[in-house]
């Protein structure tokens, strides 16, 4: 950002400087030779000089960063600066077209094409060619609306000073052939009318873009590019708003997103910061804002349950739900905190399973709800120390795990087992290596299997953690 400031300051000064001399050396020139053509290009850099001074403050103010009266910062005084230059350059056209006319229809001027005129305006376009370089590049660089203005007015000085020289060579050509020189004379007057408007054209193409930032228009093309390329991401079900404005240099982008409300908050916020990188692939130095609706879409019965759940920040767990003639029969674990009392653990069950069958009755359901099971039991908030179990017992425990696995069909061995006292019971996890071609059903049935064979022999089991892997 340092660097930024520092060399939109330096660009704006030295054009500044430039604006200076070219306005003093074409006033004197235009006034020694009476060339309206030149008193023209003076009046140009006038108001070159004008729009430099301007621009100079505008980007020293543009660039301080927002605070409790600008929360979207100050960069709106780069498009008021741009619009105050096409003030300025409509309201001295009008007096170099008033001007013209005079000369060409009522009055006769002698102009004197002499060298110095040729000179200045050899000059003139030299600054003016270096200025607008320096300024275009740094405009680009930092997309400062206020330094483009500026590069324009001097690239705009460039061709109208050529107009300028072509009309005194015409002056000056008439004076060598001794013809009439008053139809020549008014070739200067013609070069000022072109050079008018050249700056008319210029000055309502700066107004038109200064007014569009000012009335938040959207830049063109953008918003149609950020729906196409977020609409793109999985998960993002539709955007239903977008809005992007610019703000100096800066671009600001608000986007509301429908995500399926089956997503966790986490999953939300990734899709937000997808559709985040999404944007800042279009627009760099965007400001984003993404806010994400969440939607009852294409839902099955349990992501329907987990939806609920989620809305009324219940945790709940082990859910299943089946179908019989009398309806569809739906089973779940509802975690409550340990220190609740039963009559409002209950409560919260009967609660939740009202608030679930008003849901599941909203949605266009062929199978009425039969019934609602809901276990309660107490939600552990912290971690049980456990301790190594005497070598002995777990070798017993090791050999029967092992001739189980080896009798479960499909099943080669198990390994990594884990045995701990925790709480009074028997911890264990292990892992089961199965076939590679066995169906995730099987698998799972197979594990459910091995759980309930060692419970029937070791009842002192407490939580059994079964991790399934294909086997190489």
Same mark, same amino acid.
């Given at each position: 950002?340092?660097?930024?400031?520092?060399?939109?300051?330096? #660009?704006?000064?030295?054009?500044?400087?430039?604006?200076?001399?070219?306005?003093?050396?074409?006033?004197?020139?235009?006034?020694?030779?009476?060339?309206?053509?030149? /008193?023209?290009?003076?009046?140009?850099?006038?108001?070159?000089?004008?729009?430099? $001074? #301007?621009?100079?403050?505008?980007?020293?103010?543009?660039?301080?960063?927002?605070?409790?009266?600008?929360?979207?910062?100050?960069?709106?005084?780069?498009?008021?600066?741009?619009?105050?230059?096409?003030?300025?350059?409509?309201?001295?056209?009008?007096?170099?077209?008033?001007?013209?006319?005079?000369?060409?229809? &009522?009055?006769?001027?002698?102009?004197?094409?002499?060298?110095?005129? &040729?000179?200045?305006?050899?000059?003139?376009?030299?600054?003016?060619?270096?200025?607008?370089?320096?300024?275009?590049?740094?405009?680009?660089?930092?997309?400062?609306?206020?330094?483009?203005?500026?590069?324009? %007015?001097?690239?705009?000085?460039?061709?109208?000073?050529?107009?300028?020289?072509?009309?005194?060579?015409?002056?000056?050509?008439?004076?060598?052939?001794?013809?009439?020189?008053? %139809?020549?004379?008014?070739?200067?007057? $013609?070069?000022?009318?072109?050079?008018?408007?050249? !700056?008319?054209?210029?000055?309502?193409?700066?107004?038109?873009?200064?007014?569009?930032?000012?009335?938040?228009?959207?830049?063109?093309?953008?918003?149609?590019?950020?729906?196409?390329?977020?609409?793109?991401?999985?998960?993002?079900?539709?955007?239903?708003?977008?809005?992007?404005?610019?703000?100096?240099?800066?671009?600001?982008?608000?986007?509301?997103?429908?995500?399926?409300?089956?997503?966790?908050?986490?999953?939300?916020?990734?899709?937000?910061?997808?559709?985040?990188?999404?944007?800042?692939? $279009?627009?760099?130095?965007?400001?984003? !804002?993404?806010?994400?609706?969440?939607?009852?879409?294409?839902?099955?019965?349990?992501?329907?349950?987990?939806? =609920?759940?989620?809305?009324?920040?219940?945790?709940?767990?082990?859910?299943?739900?089946?179908?019989?003639?009398?309806?569809?029969? +739906?089973? /779940?674990?509802?975690?409550? @905190?340990?220190?609740?009392?039963?009559?409002?653990?209950?409560?919260?069950?009967?609660?939740?399973?009202?608030?679930?069958?008003?849901?599941?009755?909203?949605?266009?359901?062929?199978?009425?709800?039969?019934? $609602?099971? #809901?276990?309660?039991?107490?939600?552990?908030?912290?971690?049980?120390?456990?301790?190594?179990? @005497?070598?002995?017992?777990? @070798?017993?425990?090791?050999?029967?795990?092992?001739?189980?696995?080896?009798?479960?069909?499909?099943?080669?061995?198990?390994?990594? +087992?884990? /045995?701990?006292?925790?709480?009074?019971?028997?911890?264990?996890?292990? %892992?089961?290596?199965?076939?590679?071609?066995?169906?995730?059903?099987? =698998?799972?049935?197979?594990?459910?299997?091995?759980?309930?064979?060692?419970?029937?022999?070791?009842?002192?089991?407490?939580?059994? =953690?079964?991790?399934?892997?294909?086997?190489?």
């Amino acid at each position: 950002m340092g660097n930024q400031v520092r060399e939109k300051k330096v #660009v704006a000064a030295t054009s500044v400087g430039a604006a200076v001399f070219l306005t003093g050396i074409k006033l004197v020139i235009g006034l020694m030779t009476g060339s309206l053509g030149i /008193l023209a290009e003076a009046a140009h850099s006038a108001l070159d000089l004008a729009a430099a $001074i #301007v621009t100079f403050f505008a980007v020293r103010i543009s660039d301080r960063p927002a605070d409790a009266s600008h929360l979207y910062g100050h960069g709106k005084v780069e498009n008021l600066s741009a619009l105050f230059e096409t003030i300025l350059l409509l309201v001295t056209c009008i007096w170099i077209v008033y001007e013209a006319i005079h000369r060409l229809f &009522f009055v006769s001027v002698n102009v004197d094409p002499s060298f110095w005129a &040729f000179l200045v305006m050899g000059v003139s376009i030299g600054i003016d060619l270096s200025r607008s370089r320096a300024l275009s590049r740094v405009a680009r660089k930092y997309q400062s609306q206020a330094l483009e203005a500026d590069a324009l %007015h001097f690239s705009t000085d460039i061709w109208s000073s050529a107009v300028v020289i072509a009309g005194l060579a015409l002056v000056r050509f008439g004076k060598y052939t001794g013809g009439d020189r008053r %139809h020549f004379e008014r070739a200067d007057a $013609i070069a000022a009318l072109i050079v008018a408007a050249i !700056v008319i054209y210029v000055s309502l193409r700066l107004g038109r873009r200064a007014v569009d930032a000012l009335l938040d228009r959207a830049p063109r093309g953008y918003a149609e590019r950020i729906f196409r390329v977020v609409s793109e991401i999985n998960g993002i079900r539709r955007i239903s708003r977008i809005r992007v404005r610019d703000v100096g240099n800066r671009t600001f982008v608000d986007l509301t997103i429908e995500v399926p409300r089956r997503f966790s908050f986490e999953g939300s916020h990734q899709l937000e910061q997808q559709a985040e990188e999404a944007v800042r692939r $279009i627009c760099p130095n965007a400001d984003v !804002v993404i806010h994400a609706d969440p939607i009852a879409d294409s839902e099955g019965i349990l992501e329907t349950i987990h939806a =609920v759940a989620a809305r009324e920040r219940i945790s709940i767990h082990n859910v299943t739900a089946h179908w019989t003639d009398k309806g569809m029969w +739906i089973d /779940l674990d509802l975690e409550v @905190d340990p220190g609740c009392s039963f009559e409002r653990a209950h409560d919260l069950a009967t609660e939740f399973e009202t608030r679930l069958r008003s849901e599941l009755s909203s949605e266009a359901m062929t199978t009425p709800v039969a019934d $609602i099971n #809901v276990h309660i039991e107490p939600l552990s908030y912290e971690s049980a120390r456990g301790t190594p179990l @005497d070598p002995a017992k777990a @070798d017993q425990y090791i050999q029967r795990i092992k001739a189980v696995a080896r009798e479960l069909r499909g099943c080669d061995e198990s390994h990594q +087992i884990e /045995l701990h006292e925790v709480n009074g019971g028997v911890y264990l996890s292990l %892992h089961l290596l199965v076939h590679a071609d066995v169906s995730i059903a099987e =698998v799972h049935h197979m594990a459910e299997e091995m759980e309930n064979r060692l419970r029937l022999e070791f009842p002192e089991l407490g939580r059994v =953690v079964i991790h399934t892997e294909p086997s190489l």
